[in-house]
């Protein structure tokens, strides 16, 4: 398990997007199967987050937490970002991010199966809610913007969990046969590990958990709290927690 509390980073320049800056989530060596930054965007159109095209090799995801903008396609599409809202690209296609109202956007960074390919992935978080990608997975809902038949490694998504009485003693989790990091934008929440031997909590501006060991874990909501999470290798979409007899397990991908 690895804990990086976001609000104790300095903004730095993004190794895939020079012209931003923003916070490491996940680096390439922690192995996860992908890298994630928190990158802030100001309003005042010094900052781009431009990335993709001609010599690209990785998928680039992004999740506009707060703030809204606009980002451009190479081939002059223009879509308009508010918050809540979810873009995923092949490495093939080339976007230019900008902001008319600050912007904290979560940004993944994936290798691409098929560089040729050009894949385009947009949803608002309106448009996943209450579809066969909003899941109820036994205390709080994942909504579910990538799966693997979008064709891409990793899936990214949206989870809340609530306080229930049945949660007071920690939800238990296993990801088996997935590396997950899950990066908490809201609420108050604790994580232990190694039996209960290690344990952290959110702090204020942002906490991301990695289980990089595949690590089984509980999680204790103390209250409702928001995450983003990337899950490698992506998820059919199926997958539901079932928490009879100890941690719940999403199998292998079929």
């Known amino acids: 398990m ?47 987050l431009e990335y993709g095209g001609s010599g690209c090799t990785s998928n680039h995801m992004y999740y506009c937490i707060k703030g809204s903008g606009k980002c451009v396609l190479a081939n002059g599409k223009e879509i308009s970002v508010p918050s809540d809202f979810f873009m995923g690209f092949s490495s093939a296609v080339r976007c230019k991010i900008t902001a008319s109202e600050s912007m904290r956007l979560f940004c993944v960074f994936c290798e691409d199966d098929d560089p040729s390919e050009d894949r385009v992935v947009v949803k608002a978080l309106s448009e996943v809610i209450g579809t066969d990608r909003d899941v109820d997975w036994g205390s709080g809902f994942g909504r579910r913007f990538l799966l693997r038949d ?26 088996k046969n997935h590396k997950e990091t899950a990066y908490y934008i809201k609420g108050n929440t604790t994580f232990q590990w190694e039996e209960g031997k290690q344990e952290a909590s959110l702090r204020p501006g942002g906490t991301a958990f990695l289980m990089n060991k595949n690590d089984p874990h509980r999680v204790l909501p103390k209250e409702e709290s928001l995450q983003l999470c990337v899950f490698y290798p992506a998820l059919v979409g199926n997958e539901k927690h079932s928490f009879d007899g100890g941690f719940s397990v999403y199998g292998a991908a079929e």
């Open 150 to 175: 979008d064709k891409f490694r990793v899936s990214v998504t949206l989870v809340s969990i609530f306080t229930r009485p049945e949660t007071v003693k920690g939800v238990p989790m296993w990801y």
């Open 2 to 48: 690895i804990v990086r509390h976001t609000a104790e980073e300095p903004l730095n320049p993004v190794p895939q997007i020079p012209t931003a800056k923003g916070k490491e989530i996940a680096a390439p060596s922690d192995g996860m199967g992908y890298s994630a930054y928190e990158v802030v965007l100001g309003s005042d159109g010094n900052d781009v």
